[in-house]
Each structure stands twice: as structure tokens, then as C-alpha cells.
């Protein structure tokens, strides 16, 4: 009151007040006394502060209204209006017969966009109780994909089930920020059959999504890993969609203002016969090893089995470490396509090559036979025959036949490496076959250059009496052997193998078909060819011939037996590391069918087989008669 009263008097002096009032004298008296010229002084400086003060906001929202209006305008847009990707549908995959492979399934993922989420510890401990995820693990995850202020949707959790959704949704106005989004999650049919074929999905790592092959992924995306899901990315993938929504303050959708439909990935029809796949694996189930089957006609793969196999669904409902752990040290190494990346010595069946090199050569003819006494000395060493007793005298028909070594020593004294290695190559051994999977193994074709430069040292002329039988440095694929004994079959036309049939549409309209690419042709000539083909024949149907156990009745088939060794005939022990599963030697048999007109071509290896007739063969025999409708059918 005071206050106001001197400032009261202040005005009324300065004005002119009625002098006579004696109220008026004293305040006046008192406005020209010392102190009231100190008050005066302090009024004053409070005056001009508060007008600074003043001026200062009138200016400060100025600037955010008028010349930062429109940032802060769009700023505040951006708080109400999202933009949310929406998943595409994956395309499918069947087999050659139009029955589903991988198929897709509505997964439900539990998502967190940290800056709607506040507070952020209290949701997530709401969210811990709920889904059993520790509050530390979600903060981790949420650090690493752009921290607390981060507007973006985080994966807390995939797959969430039905006891985590349900609660989630009844309490979703009390976990802001929260949301739970349903994508379409990759199934496959028949847990772990042709996975190596056909591949699996996994998320998406930093290096792939700075790699730029993946322009519309996003991190916590799931794309192709492995097999033909990787191969065909492009085409399975689709275009995601898009939508324009607006938003509360914690972040839950109160309207969708605009929406871009996804485009759905391509359809995917492979080769693969499902029966003949199935059965393929069902005669390697306890074995390490590999079946392919091609038809000799297109070059088409009707089956490849690779074993041991995996289950694909693991990889994409998120693998453990543990049972990564047991899948990355399994001895079996299940995670290796055998087919195409396991490389193998040829053994007996290189014979077919280093025939054909012999007869055009013409190291050797139709007439040409030599001794096989079970031994054949060459310098001061002396190579063995597989049959110690030999088999006497044999031309090239009956060494195919009953695959005396021999006979193949006597044309390695006869014919140098490198025209050896020139057949061998004219064959597509020593270079991928170029079927549609990523990794494929060349193998290997040793030359004289290749030892200087590798090795650094000299071919010695004895090393190629080994090659010649398929031993030394010789490496191949399975599914190199099958695309040798398919050519060998068709009449010497090299087809490159594919596992691709067709393209379509998500409505069914066709892309693309597959037609058949020749790569080249034996080099040999149809009449060689011809004496070739029927040692093979008398392989399995001759008395003598080794594959004997891969006759079927009502069929003539043709094929060559191999038992590659995994230690030297020289080591010392060799019975008795023999004994031990892994010094065995690994069986190997090729084989096509019907002779006359082949249809299907396999080529079969088992690690540590030991003998080709006695534990390949068998296993070829009924692949080919499941093809053929000779055998039991393997019901789906």
C-alpha cells in the first residue's frame, strides 16, 4: 500500500494537485525529500527492465511465428502425421507339378516407437510383464536402432503369440508408443526337405543394407540367405506399400489419411519333382553325402538332396546360438550344399573322361586290349588294380564295364596331363555348371602349369597314371557328375543345369519359362561315344560289371561305379584306419535310364561309403524307379 500511495503522491505533485490539502503537502514533501528522490530512481530502473523483458518476448515470438513459423509448422505436422511402410506379400514357391513349396503366414511383431512412449522405463516394465522380455534387453535394442528420441518403429519382439498379444492389446492405452503390426512370416511346408535347395530368409545385416542390392529394406527386414530364396530375391521380394496416417500424442493412429497398396514378389515354379526329392533324402537319411537327378533332355533338376539336412523354419521364427552353435559343429556340416559346394575325387567314374580322351586320341580303338594281371609297374613303382587277382585281358568297353585300373594305366603312360585336362574341361568339369545357386564350387583340373604355379614343382609322368582313374588332384561336384553322365546319356549334348521352370504373377500370368541352354557338347565323337556308352551298359547288365546291384527289371540302365579314396594305398595302416568311419573311402555311382531313351540321370556320393555297388548304387536303383513309377511311391 505504501508503494502505491507514493506513487500516487508522485502523480498528484506533478500534476498540480490541490495545494491546500494538507494530504497533498506531505506527500509532496516527502517526493522532494532525499529519499523520495532514491524511490523515484528505483522506479524508474523497473520500468525500463520490464520494457526490455517485454521487447525481448515480442521479439522472440516474432521469430517462431513469423520467420520460424514454418519450420515449427512442420515440425508440428510431422508430430501428427506418419508415414508407415506396409509389408509386401512374399511370392510362393512350388514344384514342378504346381504343389506348394514355402508358403507365408500372419505373424504378429510387437513394435515400440520410442519417442511416443513416455514415460519410456514405466512402458516398458507395463511391456515386460507381459511379453517376459527383461527391461535391459528392449533398452538395448532401442539404443541400437536410434535410442530414446527415436521416431521410428523398433522391433521389440517377432512372432509374438496369442498369450503376449491379447493382454498387450486390452492394455494398449497404457503402453503409449507400443504397437503391435502383422507381416506376412515365410513357412515351409516340409520342414527341412531340399532346404539347401531351396534356401531360407534371415534379417537383414548392416553390411547387406549398405551394400545397395537392397534399395527398399529397412533394418529388422527378413531377405533371402541361402539357396533360391537368395538367388531370387528380386523376384520374391515384391514392392512394399505405404500409408499416411495421423497420430495422438502417444502415438496411436487415430485416422489413415492415404495408402499405397503393396505389389506382391513372383511366384516361383522350380523343376523339383516333391516325390522324387523326398525320396532322395529318405535314402540318404543317416548318411553324409548327396543325390542329384537332372533329366538328361533339358538339363532340368528333378532332385538334389544334400545330408544331413536343417530346418528352415528355425532360421526365420530366429535361431539360437546354441542351436546355431550345433549346426555350424556338426561334423556332418549340414549347412554345406553338397550337391554344388562339397568337392569330392571322381574315382572310377573320370573313366569315362579319360575314355574319351584315349579314343580320340587314339592312344586306343574299339580292337585295342591290354593285360590286367592286378599290378602294373611303371619306374620303380608299382600301381594296383582295385581287383588284386586282375582281370585279365580287356579293351575300353570292358574296363568301363568292370573298371579295371589297369587298362587306364596303360593310356596315362600313353597320353600327357594337359590332354587329359583338355578332355576333362570339354566335359564342364573344373568350372561351375552355372545352375541358379550362389556359391557353386569349379572344382578342379590339374595341368602340368597348375602344380608349377601352385605347388611349385615339376608334373611327374607317374601322377597322371592316378589321374586317370580319378585319384590325385582330380575335384568335382556332384552335380558335376550328373551333368557328365546326363551328357554321356542324351548323346553328348551339354545342357546346363537349372532349377528354375517359371515365373508368374501373384494372378497367374506368366513372366517367364525356362528353356533349355545348351552349353556346349562332349568332346567326342558319336561313334566313341557309342563304345562309351556301352561299357556303361555292361556296368550294370554284364555278368562282370560292377553295378550290378542297380539293375532294374523292366528298364536298362546304364551307369559307373567310383569308390574315391580318402587315404593313400600307400599309407602305412591303412586296414586298420580303414576300420575308423572317416578314413573309409567315399561311394560314388552315376546312371541314367531308360538306355534307349534317357529320361533321368543321377549322380549319387556317400562319404565314407566305402564301396560304390555295394552302398551308391542301391541308393540310385530306387530314385530312378521312383522316377520311372517302377518303384514304391513316397506318399506326401
Not at 525529500?33 to 525481448?56: C, H, Q, Y
Not at 608349377?452 to 614343382?457: H, I, V
Request: proline share 5%; with cysteine.
Amino acid at each position: 500500500m505504501g508503494s502505491f500511495a507514493s506513487w500516487k503522491g508522485a502523480t498528484v505533485c506533478s500534476s498540480g494537485g490541490n495545494p491546500e490539502s494538507k494530504r497533498t503537502k506531505a506527500m509532496c514533501g516527502y517526493l522532494d525529500s532525499p529519499d523520495g528522490e532514491w524511490f523515484n530512481r528505483r522506479l524508474k530502473g523497473t520500468m525500463i527492465l520490464i520494457f526490455i523483458a517485454f521487447s525481448v518476448i515480442l521479439v522472440r515470438l516474432f521469430y517462431l511465428q513469423v520467420v520460424q513459423g514454418h519450420v515449427y509448422r512442420e515440425l508440428s505436422t510431422n508430430n501428427r502425421i506418419r508415414l508407415q511402410s506396409l509389408p509386401s506379400s512374399r511370392g510362393l514357391i512350388y514344384d514342378s507339378e504346381g504343389k506348394l513349396l514355402v508358403d507365408n503366414r500372419p505373424a504378429f511383431d510387437l513394435l515400440i516407437v520410442p519417442r511416443d512412449a513416455k514415460p519410456l522405463s514405466e512402458t516398458l516394465e507395463r511391456l515386460s510383464r507381459f511379453t517376459g522380455v527383461p527391461v535391459a534387453e528392449m533398452m538395448e535394442r532401442i539404443a541400437k536402432k536410434g535410442g530414446e528420441g527415436s521416431s521410428r518403429q523398433i522391433v521389440l519382439k517377432r512372432g509374438i503369440g496369442r498369450d503376449v498379444l491379447a493382454p498387450v492389446e486390452v492394455h494398449s492405452f497404457d503402453l503409449p508408443g507400443v504397437v503391435v503390426k502383422v507381416r506376412p512370416k515365410r513357412f515351409y511346408l516340409n520342414p527341412g526337405m531340399a532346404a539347401h535347395l531351396l534356401g531360407y530368409l534371415g534379417e537383414i545385416n548392416a553390411r547387406e543394407l549398405s551394400s545397395g542390392k537392397h534399395p527398399e529394406a529397412s533394418g529388422g527386414d527378413f531377405i533371402g540367405k541361402f539357396g533360391v530364396e537368395k538367388v531370387m530375391e528380386p523376384l520374391l521380394r515384391g514392392s512394399q506399400g505405404g500409408r499416411q496416417v495421423e497420430v495422438d500424442a502417444h502415438g496411436r493412429v487415430i485416422r489413415e489419411l492415404k495408402r499405397v497398396e503393396a505389389d506382391p514378389g513372383k511366384n516361383i515354379y522350380l523343376t523339383v519333382n516333391t516325390k522324387l526329392q523326398k525320396k532322395a533324402e529318405a535314402l540318404l537319411k543317416g548318411d553324409v553325402g548327396s543325390v542329384v537327378a537332372l533329366d538328361p533332355r533339358t538339363g532340368a533338376v528333378l532332385a538334389m538332396a544334400s545330408s544331413p539336412t536343417f530346418d528352415q523354419n528355425d532360421f526365420v521364427s530366429g535361431l539360437s546360438y546354441a542351436k546355431w552353435n550345433s549346426l555350424k559343429n556338426n561334423p556332418g556340416r549340414p549347412m554345406e550344399n553338397k550337391a554344388t559346394q562339397a568337392l569330392y575325387p571322381p574315382a572310377s567314374i573320370y573313366k569315362i573322361v579319360s575314355s574319351m580322351a584315349a579314343l580320340e586320341e587314339k592312344v586306343v580303338d574299339a580292337r585295342t586290349r591290354f593285360y590286367c594281371s592286378g599290378r602294373h609297374a611303371y619306374g620303380d613303382r608299382t600301381y594296383r588294380c582295385w581287383k588284386r587277382t586282375g582281370h585279365g585281358s580287356v579293351d575300353v568297353v570292358d574296363s568301363i564295364a568292370q573298371s579295371c585300373d589297369v587298362f587306364y594305366y596303360e593310356v596315362g603312360e600313353r597320353i600327357g596331363v594337359d590332354r587329359l585336362a583338355f578332355y576333362a574341361r570339354g566335359c564342364g568339369l573344373g568350372r561351375p555348371t552355372g545352375v541358379e545357386l550362389a556359391g557353386e564350387a569349379a572344382g578342379l583340373i590339374p595341368t602340368a602349369e597348375w602344380k608349377r604355379r601352385k605347388l611349385g614343382q615339376s608334373w611327374l609322368s607317374g601322377e597322371t597314371l592316378s589321374l586317370t582313374i580319378g585319384q590325385s588332384y582330380n575335384l568335382v561336384t556332384p552335380i558335376q557328375m550328373a551333368m557328365l553322365i546326363a551328357s554321356v546319356g542324351n548323346g553328348g549334348t551339354i545342357y546346363k543345369p537349372h532349377i528354375l521352370g517359371k515365373i508368374e504373377t501373384a494372378d497367374g500370368s506368366l513372366v517367364k519359362e525356362t528353356r533349355p541352354v545348351v552349353k556346349g557338347h562332349l568332346p567326342v565323337g558319336k561313334k566313341n561315344l557309342g563304345l562309351i556308352q556301352k561299357g556303361l551298359w555292361g556296368a550294370v547288365n554284364d555278368h562282370k560289371g560292377t553295378a550290378r546291384r542297380a539293375r532294374i527289371n523292366g528298364v536298362t540302365l546304364a551307369g559307373k561305379t567310383g569308390t574315391a579314396q580318402v587315404i593313400s594305398k600307400g599309407e602305412s595302416g591303412v586296414k586298420k584306419k580303414k576300420r575308423i568311419r572317416k578314413f573309409r573311402d567315399h561311394a560314388w555311382f552315376v546312371a541314367y535310364a531308360p538306355m534307349e531313351n534317357p529320361t533321368i540321370a543321377v549322380a549319387v556320393i556317400v562319404e565314407h561309403g566305402e564301396g560304390g555297388s555295394t552302398k551308391a548304387a542301391p541308393i540310385a536303383r530306387k530314385v530312378i524307379e521312383t522316377y520311372l513309377g517302377k518303384g514304391e511311391d513316397v506318399r506326401d
